[in-house]
């Protein structure tokens, strides 16, 4: 079967850094994504890692290592609006076959 | 373009009853996906497609479950004789694979099912 393992809750203060990881089986494997969602609203698409290494964008970053077949995803000065469930995300194979974590909920304190 | 829309928004239905959601991608992608999300769980995968071509559907998925992509450009996706278990957040996505190595998939606002 095919396992993608996230902590179900994390909490932070606001303008902190908070790191949320993700650890998978999965029978294939072609690239490692995150997304973001907003109570009531529809997952978004944060970033996407491949190759081994650090991608950044913005106040987010995403780590993938995939030789230990796990991932993180690193946020920066957080602010209120970044209270949202994260999802990592596996592409399978080359046909794009893409399956979900269950989520972590990031709570942000004042 | 707006985006991918699915229709409609919310379903509420007897058990036993058929219904059937409908999603239309971003015009240029031809991969569309569907999944389910039930509160607090991550999307599930049920079935994707290339063009018209379905891909690959779940095994966790029941018969009662099928989905069409006839032109390659809108999908339906039907359940029959619903269950209380089928109330969930059907969740439609769109990609366009000429955009990889990103793998970016648009998601739809979704329809939320409630099975009585």
């Known amino acids: 079967g095919q396992s993608l393992e996230q902590p179900s809750e994390v909490t932070a203060v606001e303008g902190a850094i908070v790191q949320i990881n993700c650890t998978y089986q999965?029978?294939?494997?072609?690239?490692l994504s995150w997304y973001q969602q907003h109570d009531g609203g529809a997952p978004t698409f944060l970033s996407y890692?491949?190759?081994?290494g650090l991608e950044e964008t913005g106040r987010f970053s995403s780590f993938l290592s995939r030789s230990d077949s796990y991932g993180y995803l690193l946020l920066q000065e957080l602010q209120m609006k970044d209270s949202a469930s994260y999802f990592c995300?596996?592409?399978?194979?080359?046909?794009?076959?893409?399956?979900f974590g269950k989520g972590t909920r990031l709570h942000i304190l004042p | 373009d707006t985006g991918v829309s699915q229709d409609p928004r919310h379903k509420i239905t007897k058990r036993g009853q058929n219904v059937t959601f409908r999603c239309d991608p971003i015009?240029?992608?031809?991969?569309l996906y569907w999944y389910r999300q039930t509160l607090g769980q991550g999307p599930e995968f049920l079935t994707y497609?290339?063009?018209?071509?379905?891909?690959?559907k779940s095994r966790l998925l029941s018969d009662r479950f099928s989905a069409e992509r006839p032109k390659g450009s809108f999908s339906t996706l039907e359940i029959q004789r619903t269950e209380q278990g089928d109330s969930a957040m059907y969740l439609c996505?769109?990609?366009?694979?000429?955009?990889?190595?990103?793998?970016?998939?648009?998601f739809g606002e979704g329809s939320r099912l409630t099975v009585l």
């Open positions: 015009s240029e992608h031809n991969r």
């Open positions: 995300a596996v592409d399978l194979n080359r046909d794009d076959k893409i399956i």
């Open positions: 497609f290339q063009n018209e071509a379905q891909l690959e």
């Open positions: 890692n491949a190759l081994d």
């Open positions: 999965t029978s294939g494997f072609y690239g």
């Open positions: 996505a769109s990609s366009n694979p000429a955009d990889r190595p990103t793998g970016e998939l648009f």
